[in-house]
């Protein structure tokens, strides 16, 4: 079962991202502030539940959460910024949105920069840590995957509605044959030869 909080008797918030090792589409994240007697047996790192699961869990969190928020950073300002930075930044993005302030913030990783005075732990997989944590991932996953489907709908030849923008074989492949849509990350090493000369 995952921890509940790691500060008690305060508003604390869960920050994670996903999105972060894709070629094409944003980086999103969410923040979500649990109550304190939150409990959910299926909670859990999202990367390791089923989208049918974490379609269900969104559902529950959203209505019972005492906050929460889901923001994004296009592959635009990704390129601009870079992936970690603008995954921070995404983080900052849906803290402003929260409507409860939170006194305390946990985030999935080892890096974060500071959110205004409130004190932070970053919590290496604090997904399969902190159930806020764990929570925030169901929402920027799901969230994303939502977006990324849609997107499909304009570039179904890269395989969106499938692998969400990530480098499998069946989207760097389409890469290959089709070009690059106005969707990815330029930054990111969309090809395979770019990958041999970074070695």
């Known amino acids: 079962m995952l921890k509940s909080f790691h500060k008690s008797g305060i508003y604390e918030a869960g920050c994670d991202e996903a999105g972060r090792g894709c070629l094409a589409g944003p980086v999103f994240a969410a923040a979500v502030v649990l109550p304190w007697n939150f409990r959910h047996e299926l909670l859990n790192d999202s990367k390791q539940i089923s989208a049918r699961v974490r379609d269900s869990l969104r559902k529950v969190i959203e209505k019972e959460s005492?906050?929460?928020?889901?923001?994004?950073?296009?592959?635009?300002?990704?390129?601009e910024l870079n992936i970690l930075r603008a995954s921070i930044f995404?983080?900052?993005k849906a803290?402003?949105?929260?409507?409860?302030?939170?006194?305390?913030?946990?985030?999935?990783?080892?890096r974060f920069y500071p959110y205004h005075e409130i004190p932070h732990l970053c919590v290496v997989k604090?997904?399969?840590?902190?159930?806020s944590i764990a929570a925030a991932s169901v929402l920027a996953k799901t969230w994303r995957d939502e977006y990324m489907v849609s997107l499909h709908k304009e570039f179904s030849y890269y395989g969106w509605d499938r692998n969400k923008g990530y480098p499998t074989e069946e989207h760097r492949t389409a890469i290959h044959k089709f070009g690059i849509s106005p969707y990815h990350r330029k930054s990111f090493s969309l090809f395979r030869k770019q990958l041999e000369l970074n070695f």
């Open 95 to 110: 803290l402003d949105q929260l409507k409860i302030r939170p006194a305390h913030i946990l985030v999935d990783g080892n």
């Open 66 to 79: 005492l906050a929460w928020s889901v923001a994004w950073l296009d592959n635009e300002r990704i390129d």
């Open 126 to 131: 604090g997904d399969a840590t902190y159930a």
């Open 90 to 92: 995404a983080m900052h």
